[in-house]
């Protein structure tokens, strides 16, 4: 089994930065890809960025050329640098890892507020 644990939310102005970790431990070679979510309130949870066992990255359009995704080869660790945030990227920031054989884990979650 994986476990996650996110890290590095907080509060910070829009058009800061802030970079987020998300550390795996257990059977994390049987980890395929991981990717990072997000939920603001009220709202269903939302695909930030994805990158594979291989390496292969995918950043959603609306934050792509704002945030890097990338991930540490001999750890794991996943992280997801975010550049010049708005207001309405205030969420709840999740990892998600997706084992071979399908099963997703996720973590328990990061806040992530951006106001003045």
């Known amino acids: 089994q994986v476990q996650l644990m996110e890290s590095g939310g907080g509060l910070v102005q829009p058009g800061g930065s802030l970079r987020l970790s998300c550390v795996p431990s257990g059977s994390i070679m049987n980890i395929n890809l991981m990717a990072w979510y997000r939920q603001a309130p009220g709202l269903q949870r939302e695909l930030v960025a994805i990158?594979?066992?291989?390496?292969?990255?995918n950043v959603v359009d609306s934050v792509k050329e704002r945030f890097a995704v990338y991930r540490d080869d001999v750890n794991g660790t996943m992280y997801l640098q975010m550049n010049t945030l708005k207001p309405e990227e205030t969420a709840a920031y999740f990892c998600?890892?997706?084992?071979?054989?399908?099963?997703?884990?996720w973590g328990l979650g990061t806040q992530v507020t951006v106001s003045s």
């Open positions: 998600k890892a997706n084992m071979i054989g399908g099963v997703g884990i």
């Open positions: 990158v594979s066992k291989r390496g292969g990255i």
